[in-house]
T-cell receptor, first 109, second 117 residues
Framework: RKEVEQDPGPFNVPEGATVAFNCTYS??????FFWYRQDCRKEPKLLMS???SGNEDGRFTAQLNRASQYISLLIRDSKLSDSATYLC??????????FGAGTTVTVRA | DAMVIQNPRYQVTQFGKPVTLSCSQT?????MYWYQQKSSQAPKLLFH???????NEADTPDNFQSRRPNTSFCFLDIRSPGLGDAAMYLC????????????????FGPGTRLLVL
């Protein structure tokens, strides 16, 4: 079983729509959680950390459910520039990160 | 103001011809990582340096080696590239230690895309 699993998508949504997707992680000892954004043929870039109480950053909302071991990302009022692959990333007791394979989001005009 | 720099951005090599990819950082982070990423896959950790200590992943082929001559620089050497080694190679850094309390994440360079002919 993979340490981090994501629905690969793609999620095709019109501009202005809300899109949400989850990832699950297998290691209950995981310490920290992140969403990264990766554009085609570019490097992953940190989008936001995910805190236990849930957190927002502009149009992006992240939630963590430790009991069920999943993390979610919601994007409101989607923009064309939100088209990317979103990587779910989990940090365990050591300092290594485990990456999901990514969820692809395509926002259309 | 690039913080993690990788050179070259694109590298073409021949089957079996050694190649070296470089990474430098201005963040003064004590840990540097090398990942391999193939299309539609998650980045795969090859190895990392925690300060001067080299840590290899169990499934990293012997064909891949690394050097870290100082805090700022780290190199990835592929001794005999095969066609299956064509990928994006990502360097990342982080600051780790007791004060960081396991909450730090990693910052990536732009990657080097390797093509093996």
């Amino acid at each position: 079983r993979k340490e981090v699993e994501q629905d690969p998508g793609p999620f095709n949504v019109p501009e202005g729509a809300t899109v949400a997707f989850n990832c699950t992680y297998s290691n209950s000892a995981s310490q920290s959680f992140f969403w990264y954004r990766q554009d085609c043929r570019k490097e992953p870039k940190l989008l936001m950390s995910v805190y236990s109480s849930g957190n927002e950053d502009g149009r992006f909302t992240a939630q963590l459910n430790r009991a069920s071991q999943y993390i979610s990302l919601l994007i409101r009022d989607s923009k064309l520039s939100d088209s990317a692959t979103y990587l779910c990333v989990v940090r365990s007791n050591d300092y290594k990160l485990s990456f999901g394979a990514g969820t692809t989001v395509t926002v259309r005009a | 103001d690039a913080m993690v720099i990788q050179n070259p951005r694109y590298q073409v090599t021949q089957f079996g011809k050694p190649v070296t990819l470089s990474c430098s950082q201005t963040l003064n982070h004590n840990v540097m990582y090398w990942y391999q990423q193939k299309s539609s896959q998650a980045p795969k950790l090859l190895f990392h340096y925690y300060d001067k200590d080299f840590n290899n992943e169990a499934d990293t082929p012997d064909n891949f080696q690394s050097r870290r001559p100082n805090t700022s620089f780290c190199f990835l050497d592929i001794r005999s590239p095969g066609l299956g080694d064509a990928a994006m190679y990502l360097c990342a850094t982080s600051r780790e230690g007791p004060r960081e309390q396991n909450k730090e994440t990693q910052y990536f360079g732009p990657g080097t895309r390797l093509l093996v002919l």
